[in-house]
């Protein structure tokens, strides 16, 4: 198997529309050699605990309400093609995902990363849920198959958070500048949300480079 490396954010609409990209040509696919493991990258590490207005959020970013709907035109355009319901006018904060990334690394530990990581793309931006509150985490990861009780006992604690943040620092210090990211076999570099005909190439190439080294 072949590992890919996947750096993303659950608030960032381009990793939703690049995973959803990914996945079809996976499904075209059965007999790829991937094996999936995604990694911390916080589109914006600084944010608030407590996040803030997702509105405020955008139009300070993006300078104002016009410069927001010009910024998120693409965005919107994107998501229709790969195929995506995402309920824009639904989203009503901008989490700090810091405990989002916990969440998808305990599941990692319990092989049931990318059900978690799926869900909480799907939880933020189709049911406008608030993934920086805990109790929607531990819905969440509960309902992906992970225990409650475990989940909120170590959300209770800080377990793991300083290891997410320095792990995202790193990626930074590798040069990885925004999300999403994916990495083959820890040498070749994707940024972007990639077509699935691309990657339908990518999974071909390599599987038949497979078939002759064997």
């Not at 914006?44 to 910024?71: H, I, Q, S, T």
């Not at 990657?199 to 480079?209: P, R, T």
Request: charged share 25%; with cysteine; hydrophobic share 45%.
């Amino acid at each position: 198997m072949i590992k890919l490396d996947i750096l993303s954010d659950p608030i960032c609409p381009w990793c939703h529309i690049g995973r959803a990209h990914l996945f079809r040509a996976l499904e075209a696919h059965p007999e790829h050699p991937f094996t999936l493991e995604w990694h911390p990258f916080q589109l914006n590490p600084d944010m608030p605990a407590e996040g803030m207005d997702r509105r405020a959020y955008l139009e300070g970013k993006f300078g104002g309400k016009e410069g927001a709907v010009r910024a998120y035109a693409p965005v919107v355009e994107a998501a229709a093609e790969a195929g995506l319901n995402i309920n824009f006018e639904g989203i009503m904060r901008t989490p700090n995902t810091l405990n989002a990334h916990r969440l998808i690394h305990w599941a990692g530990l319990e092989k049931r990363q990318t059900p978690v990581a799926t869900a909480l793309f799907e939880a933020y931006f189709e049911k406008g849920q608030d993934i920086g509150d805990i109790p929607t985490l531990i819905a969440i990861g509960s309902g992906a198959g992970l225990d409650a009780e475990m989940l909120e006992r170590l959300f209770a604690s800080d377990a793991d958070a300083a290891d997410i943040a320095a792990r995202d620092a790193h990626a930074r210090e590798r040069g990885v500048t925004g999300v999403p990211t994916f990495i083959l076999a820890n040498q070749h570099v994707l940024r972007g949300a990639q077509p699935p005909a691309l990657w339908g190439q990518v999974i071909e190439e390599i599987s038949e480079q497979i078939k002759a080294a064997e």
